[in-house]
């Protein structure tokens, strides 16, 4: 079920593809953009994302039922806390972000009563930036994770997890902590590590670089603002598996020195049988 | 200018696929397969990547005037040293291993005189296997790296400069050495880092994973036997460029824990640079 106005903070490819799916699959729905980037909005309106743009969170929010929260997580917690006194009484807000602990903790007991919020983290994205890159199947047999507290309205749970599945998405829900710990060795490890090994090339060796280069730092290229804010926000949940990867190279380094064919055989089956069994998830 | 007669030693996907692309480009051309998997064979004949299955690989070799060994690195010397008193004065030997410098040097002043060799590899490739996943696209506007050195037949280089420039590829000569030092961070750093971070993913996570994760690890899937002879034959270059990459992941570590936010993005920033010049490269 979708709402009948819907309120997107932050019209870049999240926010725009959301835009988009939901047009899709609810012409009705009033979708109103809300970015600081004049820009921005213009495209989304371009493409048909949003039906009008607001450069002034209140105004847009005052007038929709469900609001979506599309900004980097840095920005998150106090833009919702900035739009929770200009909301109606039985609005729903929500939020697109990549970690969760420190904005569900952030909100938690700090909202008006009568506004209900539930974290979500849609595991879904590209490198690329901005609503031109936008695609309203984005969501379609995705996972998006919900992140309740004991305190979160089953309301407002129950319609943002009708909303995400109305796009496709499978939903799941997590604790904010369990969140944040899966997402650091499944998401921001991995562009860690893709942004170390694309940093270290050097220029004039980038034209001996194949598919296998490309895609192991494909996600190097996303935007280092957003990242620095996601990372710092996870920093404790990553640097405990940026260890283990550590330790893992360390096994690696040790096989090689010693010339343990074995051992280097052994660890290379590891990451096949792991990586061979994602081709068997959705 | 292609061969009348080719042998192709190791039909597996980069064998397969030459035998496509030669056949495609030059269907005069007879094309035979060796392999001491009849199976493989087999899949190769029906693909119509060669036209006649050997297992014999003196049999092979003696009846044709270019010889590609597409086998493991750690095989194709030993092969080339068995392959070459059967073959007729004036054949061409060359091989499409990952790695060069061990498979030059030992072969370097060993060979019967009117056999030339010159050590090439394509940089082509894919995590899948076998002649069921052969493209007869596969090397158009890829690089093929020759490492001719001083010893090396000039004509023989000649003609096998000529060949990967018929299946459409960009042919670049480099030292032996010099591909070594160049592929350990281009190609054999990433496979490491792909199976090191494939296999740390706690196996309850995998549902949790998206493109990100999935590109960041697809090359883990490739065969752990193959992949060990690579490691193994370039581990001196390998555990140079592991060391670049480990000095990194402890600045991004440093930064994160003092939360030197700054420098975060700073060496986000330079991945991405790095990254995005490679959008650039053919």
Known sequence: MLPRSLAIVGVGLIGGSVGLAVRRQSPATHIVGVDRDAGALGRALERGAIVEGFTNLADAVACCEFVLFCTPVDTIAQQILAAAPACKPGTTLT????????????????????????????????????????EAGLFVDRVVVLTPVAETDRGALNLVTSFWQALGANVRQLSPEAHDR?????????????????????????????????????????DPALWTAILSANRSELLEVLGKLEERLGEFRRALEKQDLENVRNLLSAGRTSRMSLQRNP
């Open 95 to 134: 939020d697109a972000g990549s970690t969760k602990g420190a904005i569900v903790g952030a909100l938690n007991g700090r909202l008006p009563s009568g506004i209900g919020f539930v974290g979500g983290h849609p595991l879904a994205g590209s490198e690329k930036q901005g609503p031109e890159h936008a």
């Open 182 to 222: 899966a997402l650091a060795v499944t998401s921001h490890l991995p562009h860690l590590l893709a942004s170390a090994l694309a940093g270290i090339l050097p220029a004039e060796l980038a034209s001996l670089t194949a598919s296998g280069f490309r895609d192991t730092t494909r996600i190097a290229s996303g």
